[in-house]
């Protein structure tokens, strides 16, 4: 498996558009994550998936920050309209629900910078 | 809230062994301790995991106090590539949420 693929790598958008970020979970697993990444919060986890269904979403920062799993290969991000304090690195990572083999494998993450 | 506390950051030197200490003195009985570390700019990767009993694999070494308050992860053979920030987090279920971590420099 290629790992947790997302895309795009590198974003440049102007305030106000509408950014998605896309993700593609290793196969078979039925955990997928969303973390956003900054110097002065660190790691933040975002939402999280299981079998395609939100299960907490509680670290979306506001409305404008949405996320969609339409089927088990595939995740989106959405920030409408984005700000500039929107800046970060977002990661994904994905995992499966065995307990005792529950390492999250992460994505190469997508840079995001709103200007 | 932090469950875990750990040094801002370490250093190493090339070849030695890195003792990454943890605190979690509020952990549950049904809480793993996870480590995983951030090398720059990439994303987050698995190390190692246990609950209560000490656990090796090709990475690294987890030792887990009797009380379970306290984690060390050793890396007994350090290199310059080992050079991270280094998460230790407890866990129940698939919730996995990251503290500030510790910087790990390993020096030549």
């Known amino acids: 498996d290629a790992g947790v693929i997302q895309s795009p790598r590198h974003e440049v958008t102007e305030m106000g558009q509408e950014v998605t970020l896309r993700c593609k979970p290793i196969s078979g697993h039925d955990y997928l994550f969303w973390y956003r990444q900054t110097m002065m919060r660190g790691l933040e986890l975002l939402i999280y998936f299981n079998n395609n269904v939100p299960i907490d979403d509680s670290g979306m920062p506001e409305d404008r920050f949405s996320a969609k799993m339409p089927n088990a290969s595939f995740s989106t991000l959405k920030i409408q309209p984005s700000e500039p304090r929107d800046s970060a690195v977002y990661f994904c990572?994905?995992?499966?629900?065995?307990?005792?083999?529950?390492?999250?494998?992460f994505g190469q993450g997508t840079r995001l910078t709103v200007v | 809230d932090a469950k875990t506390t750990q040094p801002t950051s370490m250093d190493c030197a090339e070849g030695r062994a890195a003792n990454l200490p943890c605190n979690h003195s509020t952990i549950s009985g049904n809480e793993y301790v996870y480590w995983y570390r951030q090398i720059h700019s990439q994303g987050p990767q698995y190390i190692i995991h246990?609950?209560?009993n000490n656990e090796t694999n090709e990475m690294a070494s987890l030792i887990i106090t009797e009380d379970r308050k306290s984690s060390t992860l050793i890396l007994p053979h350090a290199t310059l590539r080992d050079t991270a920030v280094y998460y230790c987090i407890v866990r129940v279920g698939q919730d996995m949420r990251f503290g500030a971590g510790t910087r790990l420099t390993v020096k030549p």
């Open positions: 990572a994905s995992s499966l629900s065995d307990l005792l083999n529950a390492e999250a494998f």
């Open positions: 246990g609950l209560k």
